[in-house]
Nanobody
């Protein structure tokens, strides 16, 4: 079992930057691809970013490409999401997710590919 706890959310103004963290416990995440998703009320949870188990491969949703950066520190069992140039459209609950990676550059983007989820952290961006 992998337990995930997100932190770093909050309320910011448009244009601000913020970094989310996802601390894992239970198992080392060095064998897991790690993803970030987000959800607003009434909508499905959507993919934001993913990073391979070694950190060598990443992918982003078009809506955040160029503004968000996912990274990881396997030694700290932690994954990050650096968010720049935030806009009100980024307002959502952000979730960290983990899935066992069978090969090095595995970077799944679908929710059902992930076995473990955190409880989420709220980000509110005001204009």
């Amino acid at each position: 079992q992998v337990q995930l706890v997100e932190s770093g959310g909050g309320s910011v103004q448009a244009g601000a930057s913020l970094r989310l963290s996802c601390a894992a416990s239970g198992r080392t995440i060095s064998n897991y691809a790690m993803g970030w998703f987000r959800q607003v009320p009434g909508k499905e949870r959507e993919f934001v970013a993913v990073i391979s188990k070694g950190g060598g491969a990443t992918a982003y949703a078009d809506s955040v490409k160029g503004r968000f950066t996912i990274s990881r520190e396997n030694a700290k069992n932690t994954v990050y999401l650096q968010m720049n140039s935030l806009s009100p459209e980024d307002t959502a609950v952000y979730y960290c997710a983990a899935t066992y990676a069978g090969y090095r550059d595995y970077i799944p983007r679908a929710r059902y590919d992930y076995a473990y989820w955190g409880q989420g952290t709220q980000l509110t961006v005001s204009s």
